[in-house]
């Protein structure tokens, strides 16, 4: 995440979103997707993969652009 200034205050809400997440998506690479509206309209889409029971955050994004998203196979829920 430190590429991802706008992101540093927001490691907590990054993990909160891998852990309860509105939805989970399947990336191209077998990566996850969780995502997680943080307010109105915006959203918070953690990209991550799970190894075991352990796992790792690739990378994060704000987006307003869900729409972009909904051609990826929902995994969660």
Request: some cysteine.
């Amino acid at each position: 995440m430190d590429e991802h200034c706008e992101l540093q205050e927001l490691h907590q809400d990054i993990l909160k979103t891998i852990e309860n997440p509105a939805k989970v998506l399947a990336g191209s690479k077998g990566e996850l997707l969780a995502i997680r509206e943080t307010e109105a309209g915006k959203w918070l889409v953690a990209v991550y993969r799970e190894l075991g029971e352990d796992g790792f955050v690739i990378t994060a994004f704000m987006t307003r652009r869900i729409q972009s998203l909904s051609r990826r196979r929902q995994v969660w829920p």
